[in-house]
């Protein structure tokens, strides 16, 4: 299916709506290995989920982008985000902009090696096979972890990233837990619902994304990235999936086994210690939202002042 959309768009960081286009077409071929109906389903089954969420996403190849399309770096648009122009249609669905992944992944990946010895590197980008589906599967879980627990959709209409109030300030590390959060469960998902080696993809994807976008800010240009590849690596470490290597400085980090039953069991350790972490206090229906955001809170608090950690990230990403 083909789309032409013009309007205003606007995105969680910029709430003012602002003149935006979109062309391509629904590309549902993209990722033939893992459906939205298949993930909803999953969620359905899982003890976490409330009863209401759902994932509504759709891959798009995409021919042009202005405006905000063009500008964010987020590669998901909400339809519910969109305005339509008179005359324009209204986003197909909430598009997930696989070309924008691929561009992402491609300008990211050279300063993955500033982090990763060499060994972990090559391994990772062999798991993740062929970079748009994976990208697109990982988009998808990671939507599905936000649907899980208490939804992300329901944390914002209550306000709970903002202090008080709508306009009130945002508060970075309930942000930056929901988004940490986000990824491991949606691992969690991955891991219940793909065969092993796709789970596995997912994984390697998600750590490369996450640590190459936060190098690619260290070294280049832009505001340095925000706390997730921080709690990335710390539970990387904490949970014997990655190491620091033997090399000078032992700066960079390296897999603890390239066996890939031995890196499952490591990965399905760090999915439990996250879930343990964030989400097992929205195991209830009943939890306050303040609890949640009390917990989450205390957990970015630990992890930032863990100053032996600290000091080993500072230097992952200032090494030569
Ligand atoms: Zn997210």
């Known amino acids: 299916m083909q789309f032409d959309v ?4 606007r995105t969680q960081s910029h709430k003012d709506p602002a003149y935006s286009a979109l ?23 899982d003890p976490l989920w409330r009863g209401r969420a759902r994932i509504e996403t759709a891959p798009a190849r995409v021919d042009s982008r202005a405006g905000r399309f063009a500008q964010c770096a987020d590669a998901l648009y909400y339809e519910s985000n969109f305005v339509a122009a008179v005359g324009s249609s209204s986003l197909p669905a909430n598009i997930i902009d696989v070309d924008k992944l691929t561009s992402h992944w491609r300008r990211r990946s050279p300063h993955v090696a500033r982090v990763l010895d060499r060994t972990a590197r090559e391994l990772l980008e062999t798991l993740v096979g062929a970079v748009a589906e994976t990208a697109c599967a990982e988009y998808t879980c990671h939507e599905a972890g936000h649907s899980l627990g208490w939804p992300i959709g329901e944390k914002l209409e209550s306000c709970y990233f903002r202090l008080g109030a709508p306009t009130g300030r945002v508060a970075w590390p309930l942000v930056f837990a929901e988004e940490f959060r986000a990824d491991l469960l949606g691992l969690r998902v991955a891991r219940r619902i793909l065969a092993p080696e796709r789970a596995l993809a997912i994984f390697a994807y998600q750590t490369l994304h996450r640590i190459g976008l936060a190098a690619e800010r260290a070294y280049g240009a832009g505001e340095p ?5 921080y709690l990335l ?23 603890t086994s390239c066996d890939p039953h031995q890196l499952l069991e490591r990965v399905d350790a760090l999915i439990q210690a996250g879930f343990d972490a964030l989400a097992a206090v929205e195991n209830t229906a009943s939890v306050a939202p303040i609890d949640v955001a009390i917990n989450a809170a205390a957990y970015v608090r630990r992890r930032m002042t863990d100053a032996a950690a600290q000091a080993h990230y500072t230097a992952l990403l200032s090494s030569p």
């Open 6 to 9: 013009r309007g205003t768009y």
């Open 233 to 255: 690596v710390d539970a990387l470490l904490q949970s014997g999936t990655m190491a620091r290597d033997g090399g000078p400085g032992q700066r960079r980090l390296t897999l």
């Open 23 to 45: 062309t391509g077409r629904l590309a549902p071929e993209v990722c033939p290995w893992l459906s939205t109906v298949d993930v909803q389903a999953a969620l359905e089954r």
């Open 225 to 229: 990235e925000g706390l997730v590849p």
